[in-house]
């Protein structure tokens, strides 16, 4: 990997070669920038979760609504911070208030909140020795979902503050599960499908583009016997039925747990021996334009063969 001042010097020299290239950002599609490696923006929706990937501290409210939201916003610029190369990005910046997100793979990912045709909006931007580029959305869309780039081998998310379960979905089927630091994902990977991640509220959001996967086999079969459930089990159950919305409702574009219910309360397509060890998770789903079909579902969570998944989706 290249160090640091290293970098910073070939970047000054590469703009000095290319001052009358400057790169902007499209005014065509106001969330969007694409650089010259294809780095495109992704602004990626989303049960129980590990302490550690959530964010502990309440922020004051003396803050500003970009510290507030965002951790890494809340704690001063480091000289690693500094974004080495300003013509990337188009509007108006403090250079005081970028923040080095992640690095890796050739590249350094710096957050850079910009003023852009009025409107103030969070910006990722990718800066490599051969290239650079940048991809906005506006603080409404950033509070809520984040914002993040992808391209040339990297992939880079930053979410708002309690934040929990990041699961990346590439074009082949492959997991990936990253681990969040300073409230962002990095990841070395292409065609990144599907990510999906769960809000501090619970919220289960996912965003899929072209390289999405589209085969999936729903399950709609009984088992012929269920396990005893493990103590406590519907914490566990509403984790294992927001993930599994990512593949059961694909016009979804978020997933909430509205109610969990022991199968005995409510009759399923099963036996009662298998009913009776049955929990029943009740889903509220949001769609990009709104479907009747869509506006709930309902999962069959059970204990199979020692673990505990979906096996039946009511609808």
């Given at each position: 990997?290249?160090?640091f ?46 302490d ?59 957050a ?10 969070l ?42 379960d ?72 509403a ?20 109610q ?37 579902g ?7 063969n ?10």
């Amino acid at each position: 990997m290249t160090e640091f001042p290293a970098l910073r010097e070939s970047l000054v020299r590469a703009a000095a070669r290319r001052r009358r290239r400057r790169l902007t950002l499209g005014a065509a599609v106001p969330g969007l920038a694409v650089a010259a490696a294809a780095i495109a923006l992704f602004v990626l929706p989303g049960g129980g979760v590990p302490d550690q990937e959530r964010e502990a501290v309440t922020p004051s409210p003396s803050l500003s609504p970009l510290a507030q939201a965002f951790a890494v916003f809340r704690k001063p610029q480091a000289e690693a911070d500094k974004l080495p190369r300003r013509d990337v990005l188009g509007g108006t910046f403090d250079p005081a208030s970028s923040r080095l997100l992640a690095r890796g793979g050739g590249a350094y990912v710096y957050a850079v909140p910009v003023t852009l045709r009025g409107q103030e909006q969070l910006c990722l931007v990718d800066v490599r020795v051969a290239h650079a580029g940048a991809g906005c959305v506006p603080f409404s869309t950033a509070f809520e979902q984040g914002a993040g780039v992808s391209g040339g081998g990297v992939y880079v998310q930053l979410f708002p503050d309690g934040a929990s379960d990041v699961r990346l979905t590439l074009q082949d089927g492959t997991r990936l599960f990253p681990k969040l630091q300073n409230g962002a994902v990095f990841a070395e990977a292409d065609r990144v499908g599907v990510a999906a991640w769960t809000s501090r509220a619970g919220v289960r959001y996912f965003n899929r583009n072209e390289w999405a996967p589209q085969s999936v086999d729903l399950p709609e079969r009984c088992p012929k016997a269920l396990d005893p459930l493990p103590a406590d089990p519907k914490p566990k159950a509403a984790r294992i039925a927001l993930r599994a919305a990512e593949d059961l409702y694909r016009g979804a574009q978020s997933a909430e747990v509205a109610q969990i219910l022991a199968g005995p309360q409510r009759g399923t397509p099963c036996g009662p021996a298998v009913t009776g060890r049955t929990l029943e998770v009740d889903l509220e789903l949001k769609t990009p334009v709104s479907s009747d079909s869509l506006a709930q579902g309902r999962l069959l969570v059970g204990n199979v063969n020692g673990q505990l998944q979906v096996f039946y989706r009511m609808h």
